[in-house]
């Protein structure tokens, strides 16, 4: 028994293997082939090596390109990092997409519930759906005839494929909203995601809802901001729950809006390369509170993470995600890329919450059956929203 080891092609050889049965095992052997000499000199030779046995002696036509990815991503599957993978042309496009925020359908997300049916969680501002009337809480019916109902064996994803559809096209879409079933012709365009929410609560308090640092998160909190400012706000409470992260400087930027000068988070990388990233002295400085839960990860806890160790604010919710770890995303001309780990992140204290997470400072857990609704913040069904909003009228009570 011998083991041979393949670093780049471990998913290629799979297509080598031989069926049997119990008792018998069909073989056929060949001597040495041509680049044999070749494998000794290279890490990689093996693997090209049977790639060109493959190609050549396969009982079937064989699609290079589809090898070539399935090794690619054996290859980066075997680092065992689930933050570390490969994208296909498609897959890059379609990040790039939800990165930039821009790009072609009716603009609004989609989501499943719990009963099954496929339900609109937003609408975004001044998209196609905006302008045909579609409503968060909406439940999608049907898409251009085919039902989507949660009877239905359609999934989310394929309803998301019909509602984009091809180029600045028309969909008809049905939905049913307070028990009435209505129909919308919604014409398909440019959209633009905005991953921010604003609004004044009772009591003069503001209440900001990011949901990924990406695409437009910067100028939508510098716009809220401006607008609290204009409407004497007293207070604010940021939103980060379910918000799964994104960019490292759009975080940054956000903090250093919030945040007193100092230290925000600094990163580290295998050879001990530390960066560090501060805020000025320039900031909004009022009473904050910080929404997080258990799907709140990475740029989001590095914001929940600076504002609890600068003692900038109150952090209200659950034990956030724990992802402290970067990753480098690189792209190639051929219209690919791939998104790699490359360093760890750590609180303004040095501390890193990589499987640990940002315990919150006020601990309020949701009921199972509780929906919250970021577009329209509600204190009477939000038990973490209330218990935000109390600890500032707490904190404004004890400074006098």
Same mark, same amino acid.
């Given at each position: 028994?011998?083991?041979?080891?393949?670093?780049?092609?471990?998913?290629?050889?799979?297509?080598?293997?031989?069926?049997?049965?119990?008792?018998?095992?069909?073989?056929?052997?060949?001597?040495?082939?041509?680049?044999?000499?070749?494998?000794?000199?290279?890490?990689?030779?093996?693997?090209?090596?049977?790639?060109?046995?493959?190609?050549?002696?396969?009982?079937?036509?064989?699609?290079?390109?589809?090898?070539?990815?399935?090794?690619?991503?054996?290859?980066?599957?075997?680092?065992?990092?689930?933050?570390?993978?490969?994208?296909?042309?498609?897959?890059?496009?379609?990040?790039?997409?939800?990165?930039?925020?821009?790009?072609?359908?009716?603009?609004?997300?989609?989501?499943?519930?719990?009963?099954?049916?496929?339900?609109?969680?937003?609408?975004?501002?001044?998209?196609?759906?905006?302008?045909?009337?579609?409503?968060?809480?909406?439940?999608?019916?049907?898409?251009?005839?085919?039902?989507?109902?949660?009877?239905?064996?359609?999934?989310?994803?394929?309803?998301?494929?019909?509602?984009?559809?091809?180029?600045?096209?028309?969909?008809?879409?049905?939905?049913?909203?307070?028990?009435?079933?209505?129909?919308?012709?919604?014409?398909?365009?440019?959209?633009?995601?905005?991953?921010?929410?604003?609004?004044?609560?009772?009591?003069?308090?503001?209440?900001?809802?990011?949901?990924?640092?990406? &695409? @437009?998160? %910067?100028?939508?909190?510098?716009? *809220?901001?401006?607008?609290?400012?204009? !409407?004497?706000?007293?207070?604010?409470? $940021?939103?980060?729950?379910?918000?799964?992260?994104?960019?490292?400087?759009?975080?940054?930027?956000?903090?250093?809006?919030?945040?007193?000068?100092?230290?925000?988070?600094?990163?580290?990388?295998?050879?001990?390369?530390?960066?560090?990233?501060?805020?000025?002295?320039?900031?909004?400085?009022?009473?904050?509170?910080?929404?997080?839960?258990?799907?709140?990860?990475?740029?989001?806890?590095?914001?929940?993470?600076?504002?609890?160790?600068?003692?900038?604010?109150?952090?209200?919710?659950?034990?956030?995600?724990?992802?402290?770890?970067?990753?480098?995303?690189?792209?190639?001309?051929? &219209? @690919?890329? %791939?998104?790699?780990?490359?360093? *760890?992140?750590?609180?303004?204290?040095? !501390?890193?919450?990589?499987?640990?997470? $940002?315990?919150?400072?006020?601990?309020?857990?949701?009921?199972?059956?509780?929906?919250?609704?970021?577009?329209?913040?509600?204190?009477?069904?939000?038990?973490?929203?209330?218990?935000?909003?109390?600890?500032?009228?707490?904190?404004?009570?004890?400074?006098?």
């Amino acid at each position: 028994m011998f083991k041979r080891q393949v670093s780049l092609l471990t998913c290629i050889c799979l297509l080598l293997i031989v069926a049997m049965s119990a008792s018998t095992l069909t073989l056929v052997f060949t001597g040495s082939s041509p680049a044999a000499q070749m494998a000794a000199d290279s890490p990689f030779a093996r693997a090209e090596e049977i790639l060109e046995i493959v190609e050549r002696d396969y009982y079937q036509e064989v699609d290079e390109e589809a090898l070539t990815t399935a090794a690619i991503q054996g290859m980066l599957a075997s680092l065992g990092d689930p933050y570390t993978f490969y994208y296909t042309n498609e897959a890059y496009q379609a990040m790039n997409e939800e990165t930039t925020g821009q790009y072609s359908g009716v603009g609004m997300l989609v989501g499943e519930t719990a009963q099954g049916t496929l339900e609109v969680m937003r609408v975004f501002r001044d998209s196609p759906a905006e302008t045909a009337g579609i409503q968060a809480g909406d439940v999608l019916v049907s898409i251009d005839g085919t039902p989507v109902s949660g009877e239905t064996p359609l999934g989310l994803s394929a309803a998301s494929d019909l509602l984009k559809g091809d180029g600045l096209t028309p969909v008809e879409v049905e939905i049913s909203r307070e028990g009435k079933t209505l129909s919308f012709t919604i014409q398909r365009g440019d959209v633009n995601i905005n991953y921010v929410e604003y609004s004044v609560l009772e009591g003069n308090v503001g209440y900001l809802s990011i949901y990924q640092f990406t &695409g @437009d998160d %910067v100028e939508g909190v510098k716009e *809220a901001i401006s607008a609290f400012q204009e !409407a004497g706000v007293s207070a604010l409470v $940021v939103d980060v729950r379910s918000n799964p992260g994104g960019l490292l400087d759009d975080v940054v930027e956000i903090c250093d809006m919030l945040l007193p000068e100092g230290l925000i988070v600094y990163t580290e990388n295998r050879q001990g390369v530390r960066e560090e990233y501060y805020a000025d002295a320039e900031y909004w400085d009022v009473p904050m509170a910080v929404l997080v839960n258990g799907e709140s990860a990475s740029a989001s806890e590095i914001f929940a993470a600076a504002v609890q160790d600068t003692g900038r604010g109150v952090v209200v919710g659950e034990t956030t995600y724990g992802k402290g770890i970067v990753q480098t995303l690189y792209s190639f001309s051929e &219209g @690919d890329g %791939v998104q790699l780990t490359t360093s *760890a992140y750590y609180t303004p204290s040095g !501390a890193s919450i990589h499987g640990q997470g $940002v315990t919150p400072d006020i601990e309020v857990a949701l009921a199972a059956d509780a929906s919250v609704v970021y577009h329209a913040p509600d204190a009477e069904t939000d038990a973490q929203l209330r218990a935000a909003l109390e600890a500032l009228a707490g904190s404004a009570g004890s400074a006098g």
